[in-house]
């Protein structure tokens, strides 16, 4: 990858940014499912996880925290080490970061279905046919009655109708999609299929970047 998403993250600490903008309403997203979430303990995954400054934030702070077990995956150390820094301070015991490819199904066998699956800056870098191949799976990351929360640009060509249409397809209800008018893609899914088996050993898709798809 020529990107530097280490250096991406810096955006988050500008107020203004687009991609602080969308960390709010994330972080709204998130805080809704983990309060709509049944009794008991809790499982929630993210793929390509950056610094995971969008889960671990929220279950530090909220009732429901302590009650989830979550994994979080990243392709890069320089990402991830922050990340298990910040769960560290929060005592985020439930809370593992991984470095390694977020696109493998084996790194999520043993906690899926999970109750809250984040694929949040994901669906801009890959191209349609894997957003498809993507959601598709998340039908077997996600526990029925659990909830998905994905972005997407709102730019043309704007996908975002499209992949709610995927979503649908694949047995999940919207619960909210931001519209174009907001400046910021996010929508979360509710998954009301019955359980699916995760199929092991298989790519959901390659994480290409948004700067070089701009560029096909």
């Not at 309403?25 to 995954?45: M, N, Y």
């Not at 996880?49 to 995956?73: E, K």
């Not at 060509?157 to 910021?184: H, N, Q, T, Y």
């Amino acid at each position: 990858m020529t990107k530097d998403w280490h250096a991406w993250h810096r955006d988050y600490d500008q107020p203004d940014s687009a991609l602080s903008r969308r960390l709010v309403e994330v972080r709204h997203r998130i805080v809704e499912a983990l309060d709509a979430a049944p009794p008991g303990p809790l499982r929630a995954i993210s793929l390509c996880a950056g610094q995971g400054r969008d889960l671990i934030p929220v279950l530090a702070t909220h009732p429901r925290g302590r009650d989830v077990t979550a994994r979080l995956v990243e392709l890069d150390p320089r990402n991830t080490e922050p990340a298990r820094r910040a769960a560290a301070e929060a005592g985020l015991t439930g809370v593992e970061v991984v470095t390694g490819d977020a696109a493998l199904t084996d790194r999520y066998a043993d906690l899926a279905p999970a109750d809250l699956v984040l694929a949040c800056g994901i669906f801009g870098n890959i191209d349609d046919d894997d957003i498809r191949s993507t959601v598709r799976h998340c039908a077997s990351l996600c526990a029925t009655g659990g909830t998905v929360l994905w972005t997407r640009h709102r730019r043309e060509p704007d996908l975002v109708p499209v992949i709610c249409d995927w979503f649908a397809e694949e047995g999940f209800v919207p619960v909210a999609v931001s519209s174009p008018a907001d400046g910021v893609g996010v929508g979360a899914h509710r998954f009301t299929g019955p359980p699916r088996p995760l199929a092991p050993g298989v790519r959901m898709f390659e994480f290409v970047g948004y700067d070089e798809l701009e560029q096909r």
